[in-house]
C-alpha cells in the first residue's frame, strides 16, 4: 500500500488529491510542518532527506520523493497522465516549470532567510517573489484560456496548478482577476477528491 507523507496546504496537496482521486486505498500521513516535524532525524533519515514533503513509500517500502517524480509516477499508475510521448514530454515540462520556477517564486515571500543572510534584506526579497509569483499565476490564467483542463483531459497537472491558485489567495494576491484560472478553481472544487483533500487541508476560499 501507498503512504503518503503531506503537510496540510503544501505543494503535497497535489500527490495527495490525486491519490483521493485513483480510489486506490492509502495511507495519508500529516506531517507537522509548522512544529518542525519534517526536520525531525527519523523524518530526514528514513522519509526525505532534505526534510520536505511531499515523500511517498511505495508498496515495496522504497520512498519516492518530489512532485516532478511522484505526481507522473501517479499519474501512470491511475490513468491521470498523457499517454503518447509528446503529450507526457509536455506535462513534463509543465510540472518542471511549476517544480522549479513558479514553487522558488513563492518560496521566496515565506523563506526570505533561504535566499539571504541579511534580515535587512527580507523585505526585498519578499516584495519581488510576490511580484514574480503574481506574474506566473497570470502565466497560468493564459496557458487555461480556452480549456477546461491543462492538458486538454483531467489529469495530474489540474491538481498541481490547483496549489498555486490556492497559494495565491492566501497571499492575498487578485486571484479572482484571473478569470481562467479562477473557473479552474471551481472544477476542481466540484470535483469529490479534491473536496474532501481541501477539507483536511483547511482550504478556504
Known amino acids: 500500500m501507498l503512504t503518503l507523507y503531506y503537510g496540510r496546504g503544501a505543494c503535497s496537496m497535489a500527490p495527495h488529491i490525486v491519490l483521493e482521486e485513483s480510489g486506490e486505498k492509502y495511507t495519508p500521513h500529516a506531517v507537522d510542518l509548522a512544529k518542525g516535524e519534517q526536520r525531525a532525524d527519523s523524518y530526514v533519515k528514513e522519509i526525505h532527506p532534505l526534510g520536505r514533503v511531499p515523500a511517498l513509500r511505495l508498496d515495496d517500502g522504497s520512498m519516492l520523493t518530489e512532485n516532478t517524480a511522484i505526481l507522473p509516477y501517479l499519474g501512470k499508475r491511475f490513468g491521470l497522465f498523457p499517454k503518447d510521448d509528446i503529450a507526457q514530454a509536455?506535462?513534463?515540462s509543465v510540472i518542471g516549470f511549476y517544480a522549479s520556477t513558479v514553487h522558488p517564486a513563492h518560496s521566496h515571500i515565506g523563506r526570505p532567510e533561504r535566499f539571504a543572510t541579511d534580515p535587512a534584506a527580507y523585505p526585498n526579497i519578499r516584495e519581488t517573489g510576490k511580484a514574480n509569483f503574481h506574474g506566473y499565476l497570470k502565466q497560468i490564467d493564459g496557458m487555461l484560456a480556452g480549456k477546461d483542463w491543462l492538458g486538454g483531459e483531467y489529469s495530474v497537472?489540474?491538481?498541481?496548478?490547483f496549489v498555486f491558485y490556492v497559494w495565491g489567495h492566501r497571499r492575498e494576491l487578485p486571484v479572482k482577476e484571473l478569470k481562467n484560472?479562477?473557473?479552474h478553481k471551481d472544477r476542481m472544487l466540484r470535483r469529490p477528491a479534491v473536496q474532501r483533500v481541501a477539507a483536511d487541508e483547511k482550504v478556504t476560499f
Not at 157 to 161: F, G, S
Request: aromatic content about 18%; proline content about 0%.
Open 90 to 92: 509536455r506535462a513534463h
Open 157 to 161: 497537472l489540474d491538481a498541481y496548478t
Open 181 to 183: 484560472y479562477t473557473a
